[in-house]
């Protein structure tokens, strides 16, 4: 069945840029968007973006764009997001989920599998 | 400030049924289908309902969701102590071009 297996834990200083990878299996990559979902110690979760892996195209939050960027190689069914310009109130666990959707798109979507979770911890 | 509105906690003794609320607007339960997760303490999220009131395969049928208009909720029937977890709903939301949560349940089996 899928499968999302994230990188480890990530330790960054204030300013600095945090990558996070998402090994995808048990699937067809390219079948499925990729979302990422961030959780702050004790906090709900907060959507931060998707990407589509076939043609690589992402929508991304309001309020990470300019600083959240996601790639993916297709030959590792890996996904990609990188963080620039860490503060600390990015402190948080990153996951990232695979989309389940039907014919009507957006409006039936649902997230199944999750990877593991990333902590990133941003501290001098 | 979650687009969805969840009460911060809920209870209940085993056995009991208990309900989690989820209130939302026309932009995303009004016209999407809520999902459910749960998410045990230190682990990731997991798919509970999808599609307002599907169960993935291996989630009993003690939990079961709803939906009617701006509004959905969760019941879970015959609480057991391993129930015990943050609940979040999650729906598609159609004027901010984004997946929204709510800011999730906490359950207690007392």
């Known amino acids: 069945q899928a499968l999302m297996v994230q990188s480890g834990a990530e330790v960054k200083n204030p300013g600095a840029s945090v990558k996070v990878s998402c090994k995808a299996s048990?699937?067809?990559?390219?079948?499925?968007?990729i979302h990422w979902v961030r959780q702050a110690p004790g906090q709900g979760l907060e959507w931060m973006g998707w990407?589509?892996?076939?043609?690589?195209?992402?929508i991304t939050a309001q309020k990470l764009q300019g600083r959240f960027t996601l790639t993916r190689d297709t030959s590792t069914n890996t996904a990609y997001m990188e963080l620039s310009r860490l503060r600390s109130d990015d402190t948080a666990v990153y996951y990232c989920?695979?989309?389940?959707?039907?014919?009507?798109?957006?409006?039936?979507?649902?997230?199944?599998?999750w990877g593991q979770g990333t902590l990133v911890t941003v501290s001098s | 400030q979650s687009a969805l509105t969840q009460p911060p906690s809920a209870s209940g003794a085993p056995g009991q049924r208990v309900t989690i609320s989820c209130s939302g607007s026309?932009?995303?339960?009004?016209?999407?289908?809520v999902n459910w997760y749960h998410q045990l303490p230190k682990t990731a999220p997991k798919l509970l309902i999808s599609?307002?009131?599907q169960r993935p395969s291996g989630v009993p049928n003690r939990f079961s969701g709803s939906k009617s208009g701006t509004s959905a909720s969760l019941a879970i029937s015959g609480l057991q102590s391993e129930d015990e977890a943050d609940y979040y709903c999650?729906?598609?939301?159609?004027?901010?071009?984004?997946?929204?949560f709510g800011g999730g349940t906490k359950l207690t089996v007392l």
């Open positions: 599609r307002n009131n």
């Open positions: 999650s729906a598609w939301d159609d004027s901010l071009n984004a997946v929204v």
């Open positions: 026309n932009s995303n339960i009004g016209t999407n289908s």
């Open positions: 989920a695979r989309e389940v959707a039907d014919s009507t798109g957006t409006s039936g979507l649902f997230l199944d599998p």
């Open positions: 048990g699937y067809t990559f390219t079948g499925h968007y």
């Open positions: 990407m589509n892996p076939t043609n690589g195209g992402t």
